[in-house]
T-cell receptor, first 114, second 110 residues
Framework: NAGVMQNPRHLVRRRGQEARLRCSPMKGHSHVYWYRQLPEEGLKFMVY????????ESGMPKERFSAEFPKEGPSILRIQQVVRGDSAAYFC????????????FGDGTRLSIL | DAKTTQPTSMDCAEGRAANLPCNHSTISGNEYVYWYRQIHSQGPQYIIHGLKNNETNEMASLIITEDRKSSTLILPHATLRDTAVYYC???????????FGQGTILTVHP
């Protein structure tokens, strides 16, 4: 999965704290996607962003979760007041945005809530 | 959401070809078929995609039926490192979400 960089690889938070997950897309890619994989489940789409715009957030929980992709810097997935159920692997993908070009994924951030 | 049907699991002997089928009967004319795999808990890895014609790259070959309702991913000489969950997906992947199903668990054994 060379190219899409996610950090941290592992993140531990206590209930009620905030979690910030970062994603730097592949060079030349202006579209970023976030997915979540709960333990023993499949990947689920969360949000799709272009620079400074949220295009589709249909998979984002209504509360506590937000995402941004600023003009400069990485995309950030922010989870406020984390709960045990937020424990999961969070994957970021990027694409150039041209028709039919595939998304490429990072290696994810494993979030554990104590 | 775009829906595909894949076998839950398959086995393959090392060195032999692995043929992974996928049904996508509701695909529309301008939607591509994409294949990804996920090895253990790593991020999904893109393998190959196609529209109508058969495609081949350094990883695999993709055979799409003429009516485009099904396809087969072929790993020509499977190795132990090809053991993974393989996902067949179609839709507007570059412009929106990928919908992952349960995929096929491919186990390559010695």
């Amino acid at each position: 999965n060379a190219g899409v960089m996610q950090n941290p690889r592992h993140l531990v938070r206590r209930r009620g704290q905030e979690a910030r997950l970062r994603c730097s897309p592949m060079k030349g890619h202006s579209h970023v996607y976030w997915y979540r994989q709960l333990p023993e489940e499949g990947l689920k789409f969360m949000v799709y962003l272009q620079k400074e715009n949220i295009i589709d957030e249909s998979g984002m929980p209504k509360e506590r979760f937000s995402a941004e992709f600023p003009k400069e810097g990485p995309s950030i997935l922010r989870i406020q007041q984390v709960v045990r159920g937020d424990s999961a692997a969070y994957f970021c993908a990027s694409s150039p945005g041209q028709s039919n070009q595939p998304q490429h994924f990072g290696d994810g951030t494993r979030l554990s809530i104590l | 959401d775009a829906k595909t049907t894949q076998p839950t699991s398959m086995d393959c002997a090392e060195g032999r070809a692995a043929n992974l089928p996928c049904n996508h009967s509701t695909i529309s004319g301008n939607e591509y078929v994409y294949w990804y795999r996920q090895i253990h808990s790593q991020g999904p890895q893109y393998i190959i995609h196609g529209l109508k014609n058969n495609e081949t790259n350094e990883m695999a070959s993709l055979i799409i039926t003429e009516d485009r309702k099904s396809s087969t991913l072929i790993l020509p000489h499977a190795t132990l490192r090809d053991t993974a969950v393989y996902y067949c997906i179609y839709g507007g992947t570059s412009y929106g979400k990928l919908t992952f199903g349960q995929g096929t668990i491919l186990t390559v054994h010695p």
